[in-house]
T-cell receptor
């Protein structure tokens, strides 16, 4: 969707290396979210942000950290990538935090070998 | 924690048949949202239901929110090949810890000619 971009779109990395995924928005929305999508599990929340430098953990936050130094950017870091973190990662933005629909980015397909 | 279950996980139909997916929450919801994800794509917001017993329609799609605000359904009349994809429900529970949606596991719909 216009207004939210994720980079990179695809990445292959080795076990044990750090990886950073970027989410960039031009909508000036307060809330930003990182989800991972795996077969049979739907979308699971990793971390979210409700403002600059304001972040909180989701249901599957172990092994991940986030940072938000500007309204428009939300970074997800895999501190030491493992094969279990092979997944599709989606960023989402929301103006109200859930009182209306989220807008999702196109996703990053990450493979850890 | 809050759980949102969705059934069935998969559904194959012949074009022209009807389709229904059901969503059940372990807790009372502030609202429920529905998303569609085309194969290889990202989730796209379809609709939000807020009121107990609410029914909304979008062309061949009918969305219902249960009286207790713990369950919802999406019904598609006379499916078409363009309906192919995975349909997710997502429930919002307002807590002091910030607004975030919990997504169901999704129902993957395949439509055969």
């Amino acid at each position: 969707d216009a207004g939210i971009t994720q980079s990179p779109r695809h990445k292959v990395t080795e076990t044990g290396t750090p990886v950073t995924l970027r989410c960039h928005q031009t909508e000036n929305h307060r809330y930003m979210y990182w989800y991972r999508q795996d077969p049979g599990h739907g979308l699971r929340l990793i971390h979210y942000s409700y403002g600059v430098k304001d972040t909180d953990k989701g249901e599957v936050s172990d092994g991940y950290s986030v940072s938000r130094s500007k309204t428009e950017d939300f970074l997800l870091t895999l501190e030491s990538a493992t094969s279990s973190q092979t997944s599709v990662y989606f960023c989402a933005i929301s103006e109200t935090g859930g009182n209306y629909g989220y807008t999702f980015g196109s996703g990053t397909r990450l493979t850890v070998v | 924690g809050q759980q949102v279950m969705q059934i069935p996980q998969y559904q194959h139909v012949q074009e022209g048949e009807d389709f229904t997916t059901y969503c059940n929450s372990s807790t009372t919801l502030s609202n429920i949202q529905w998303y569609k994800q085309r194969p290889g794509g990202h989730p796209v917001f379809l609709i939000q239901l807020v009121k107990s017993g609410e029914v909304k329609k979008q062309k061949r799609l009918t969305f219902q929110f249960g009286e207790a605000k713990k369950n919802s359904s999406l019904h598609i009349t006379a499916t078409q090949t363009t309906d192919v994809g995975t349909y997710f429900c997502a429930g919002l529970v307002l807590t002091g810890g910030g607004n975030k949606l919990t997504f169901g596991t999704g129902t993957q719909l395949k439509v055969e000619l």
